[in-house]
């Protein structure tokens, strides 16, 4: 059944709701596997519901410059993420270290505008500044923005957070390898796979917790990998047929969604100014996104 432009907007949009669960789900998956097995089953049960949906991809077809440099920033951005929620301090850290990450959308205009070329009006500086301090904001606690106070906040753990920032940096960077030299070609299952083969190194080699088998942590390590497969699956079919416009302006609510989620699954709470961290984060990713599309048109 081929999907028309509508249906397959709607499909693509399903995409942000199923990252918004990554925190929560990733977070658990930890929780009960450990760190490395559980990412290790995620990944390679992952690929393998993707090359049901995209077949199993041929390298030859990849340029080789993408295979380094566009698949190698996904993957460094798998490793980040699920590292800065393996070693983050409890439910609450882990939102803010994905808070952190979500900083993603920002950073991928600016690369956009660095390195590929995109026209940008004026307010793409503001929209830069307005992200920034949404994240300042959700580092500094609950007290309100004491530059002492998120500095003391964020020693507390700086490693979860840097990788959070990596991850970051990392799926900017792949955005941007993507659109210049992909050539076309959707790498989503070498993504999967090859995290997949680094986590399940890293457990071999006695990192992490030892896996015990349960039927409730690997129900739950099966979810989690349809959830995180899902969202790349429903994406690429909407970026293909359906309208980017609307699938931009959606992707830039993940955060919440991804708040609401793990606060729920993490039983988490989060204060006011927390909140208001968030609001800024996803506007100024909005106001970055305006700046483009006013100036390209598309």
Request: aromatic share 14%.
């Amino acid at each position: 059944m081929r999907l028309n432009s509508t249906q397959s907007t709607l499909v693509g949009m399903i995409a942000p709701v199923c990252w918004g669960m990554s925190v929560g789900l990733v977070r658990g998956l930890e929780e009960r596997l450990g760190a490395t097995a559980g990412v290790a089953l995620m990944s390679l049960a992952g690929a393998l519901f993707l090359s049901f949906f995209f077949g199993i991809p041929r390298l030859s077809r990849f340029p080789r410059k993408y295979l380094v440099f566009g698949v190698g920033c996904a993957v460094l951005t798998e490793v980040c993420f699920m590292l800065s929620l393996a070693i983050s301090d409890g439910g609450r850290q882990s939102i803010e270290v994905g808070m952190v990450n979500y900083m993603w959308p920002c950073l991928t205009v600016v690369f956009a505008i660095l390195f590929n070329g995109q026209k940008a009006r004026w307010w793409i500086v503001p929209g830069v500044a307005v992200t920034i301090w949404g994240i300042v904001t959700v580092l500094s606690g609950d007290a309100g923005f004491d530059p002492l106070e998120m500095i003391a906040h964020v020693r507390q753990n700086p490693a979860s957070y840097a990788c959070a920032l990596a991850g970051a940096i990392a799926w900017a960077g792949y955005c941007s390898f993507t659109r210049a030299i992909s050539g076309g070609q959707n790498p989503v299952v070498i993504i999967f796979f090859l995290t997949g083969l680094i986590f399940s190194a890293l457990y071999f080699a006695g990192y992490g917790e030892r896996l015990v088998w349960n039927p409730s942590g690997l129900t739950y390590g099966l979810l989690t990998a349809l959830v995180m497969s899902s969202a790349y699956a429903f994406w690429t079919i909407g970026a293909i047929r359906g309208n980017l416009v609307v699938l931009g302006i959606t992707s830039y609510f993940t955060p919440v969604l991804s708040c609401v989620f793990a606060s729920i699954w993490l039983s988490a709470s989060l204060s006011v100014q927390f909140w208001h961290g968030v609001a800024l984060v996803v506007a100024g990713s909005l106001i970055c996104w305006s700046a483009t599309r006013s100036q390209s048109g598309s």
